[in-house]
């Protein structure tokens, strides 16, 4: 059931204790639950996914209305970034049942094979390579027509996909204008080939995107696990609106302190609850959250904890290092086309039509991202010097250095948009960054937000690699199909960006964050003194507690995160199954 009240809950204690009902989370407990005769309680700090303004979380097209500063949103914020002229960004996540997945941009990729090889490198486990991974790829995604365009020949391969429960499907509203010059400019120029399916373990060329979208509607970790686990099993508790604010020490094993205790509040001043988990707890509060709660339950960096106050009972320094994110900016032009979204987002007739026609029917372009129908991800090219001066950060070859975003209308950055016009953009994504920042404590309560700096552009090859990226974005539009296209450029706006000096520029004053944070609770070998979980994502020095979410990732992925994040999530249940005595 769904309790709001901690002191409603049926049992103080559970088989299984989640912490957050995110991406992870609600996957986990969904797996956790298929033995009836197990318990499982979800404690969720956010709201429920059927508060608020539900349309703005369900409906494909409102997507960018579901954050920042909402009510499924944390509100955070980072610190002065000083690679990006001091100035501060908002970091939303997603404060609700399904966390980031009910509130994100719904792109899914899975990202390149290098990656999965790369997190069973880092903790010597052959269980994350792609070639072991794969079948939990299948098992956690299901591909299903779009309601518009059903037809997908030539789109994606359909031999990559699989029988899960989340849904994915192409972008079925044609944004004819743009689909037809972009496919034409991969088979144009040799540097942009096209990918018939991004997802396949090789995301490297142009392709169609994918979307976390069932036919018309968001397909989130809630809707695709959670909710279907709740309609139809009666071992899972879900407690919402309720901040877990420590782990608790209940015991020591084999000389190891064993974290089985839950500490739960729901507000600054109210009361603490104290809850058990009989077989394991497992943190799935993402990669700022997960970082926070260990912290304020002892496990961290000794004499950063005892700074603010907090006993230290785990030294495990790594916890809230190795913060990364993925930065991007724009370039926009202006066209002299009315069919681009633009048509619909600027003008109030036209987009009220187009809701009535979704709420008719389920159809047109509200039941489709529309921001984006293409994708490209693509490496730094050799003659460009950049990886030989600074060495290459990916995980291997099928991994990009960088992406592009295509749009068919405005799409801006740090920048205010217009009110008027037609436009074609792209997002221009460093997808590969070595800068690192952290995730700190700020005080010893769960209510004040840790201090997070994603530290972006701090490092030279940031900067070298996403000059690149921007000149290969201007050979992509330098293309013969985009030539009676473009207009006016205006973005940058009245800025030159012919020189490396001007691009930077450009880059510093208005590159803001694609929300990937991730790595902060790193995995690392059994054994080994650094990272934060072993291979089998259990925290290091310490018995009865696990990481599942993005906190454990090694390195971001050249991709966006939430398909990686489905796959470790179904893996790490069966890890979980394994090694309980349950048996499912
Ligand atoms: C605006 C935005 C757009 C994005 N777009 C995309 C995209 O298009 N494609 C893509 O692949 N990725 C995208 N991402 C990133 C992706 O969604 C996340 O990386 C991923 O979903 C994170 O999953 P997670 O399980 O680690 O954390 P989350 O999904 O964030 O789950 C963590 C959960 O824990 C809860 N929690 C935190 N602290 C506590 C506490 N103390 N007590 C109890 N509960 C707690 C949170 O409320 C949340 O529900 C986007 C993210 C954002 C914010």
Request: hydrophobic share 40%; proline share 6%; with cysteine.
């Amino acid at each position: 059931s769904l309790f709001t009240d901690p002191t409603k809950l049926p049992a103080t204690s559970y088989d299984f204790i989640i912490i957050g009902a995110g991406t992870a989370g609600s996957v986990i407990a969904t797996r956790l639950s298929e033995d009836s005769s197990v318990r499982v309680l979800v404690v969720e700090a956010g709201i429920s996914d059927s508060e608020g303004p539900t349309s703005d979380i369900q409906v494909p097209f409102l997507v960018s209305k579901a954050l920042p500063s909402t009510v499924y949103d944390w509100n955070y914020t980072t610190v002065p970034q000083t690679g990006l002229n001091g100035r501060q960004l908002f970091y939303p996540r997603g404060f609700v049942v399904g966390g980031c997945s009910t509130v994100n941009f719904m792109g899914f990729t899975r990202g390149s094979s290098d990656e999965y090889d790369r997190i069973a490198r880092v903790s010597g486990d052959s269980g994350w390579s792609w070639k072991n991974i794969f079948k939990y790829a299948l098992k956690g995604e299901q591909h299903v027509d779009d309601v518009d365009d059903p037809d997908t020949a030539g789109r994606f391969n359909p031999a990559v996909h699989g029988h899960g429960p989340l849904k994915t499907s192409l972008a079925g509203f044609p944004t004819a204008a743009v689909d037809a010059r972009v496919i034409n400019t991969t088979q144009e120029l040799k540097e942009f080939p096209f990918n018939l399916d991004m997802n396949s373990g090789n995301p490297l060329g142009v392709g169609w995107l994918q979307s976390t979208i069932d036919k018309n509607v968001r397909s989130s970790s809630a809707t695709a696990y959670l909710h279907p686990a709740l309609k139809t099993g009666t071992n899972i508790d879900v407690l919402i609106h309720s901040r877990v604010s420590r782990v608790l020490q209940t015991g020591t094993k084999d000389g190891l302190p064993v974290f089985l205790g839950v500490e739960i509040t729901q507000s600054r001043n109210s009361h603490t609850l104290k809850l058990t988990a009989r077989t394991e707890v497992i943190l799935a509060a993402g990669a700022i959250g997960t970082p926070q709660i260990l912290m304020l339950s002892g496990i961290g960096g000794k004499s950063e904890l005892s700074r603010i106050g907090v006993k230290p009972l785990v030294d495990l320094p790594d916890v809230g290092k190795n913060m990364h994110d993925h930065p991007y900016i724009t370039l926009a032009w202006a066209v002299n086309n009315t069919n681009t979204i633009d048509s619909i987002s600027f003008n109030q007739t036209a987009f009220q039509q187009a809701l009535a026609q979704y709420d008719a029917n389920g159809t047109g372009v509200f039941a489709s991202n529309a921001l984006f129908n293409q994708l490209g991800f693509f490496r730094l090219q050799n003659a460009s010097g950049v990886t030989q001066k600074f060495g290459d950060p990916t995980a291997g070859p099928l991994s990009p250095h960088y992406e592009f975003a295509l749009s068919n209308g405005f799409l801006g950055a740090a920048q205010r948009p217009p009110t008027s016009g037609n436009f074609f953009s792209s997002a221009v994504i460093l997808v590969s960054p070595t800068s690192r920042g952290s995730v700190v404590l700020n005080s010893s309560s769960i209510f004040d937000p840790p201090t997070i700096d994603p530290a972006f552009f701090t490092t030279a090859f940031d900067i070298a690699a996403m000059t690149e990226a921007i000149r290969s974005l201007q050979r992509f539009v330098s293309g013969s199909p985009w030539k009676s296209y473009l207009g006016l450029q205006w973005l940058p706006d009245g800025l030159n960006t012919s020189t490396d000096a001007q691009i930077e520029n450009y880059v510093r004053s208005s590159a803001i964050s694609v929300n990937h944070a991730c790595c902060t609770a790193m995995i690392s070998e059994d054994g080994a003194n650094g990272g934060v979980v072993g291979s089998d994502l259990r925290v290091k020095g310490t018995s009865g507690l696990r990481i599942v979410d993005a906190s454990i990732l090694p390195n971001v992925p050249g991709a966006h995160p939430q398909a990686e994040i489905y796959i470790i999530a179904e893996r790490a249940a069966d890890l979980i199954k394994q090694s309980s005595r349950i048996r499912y």
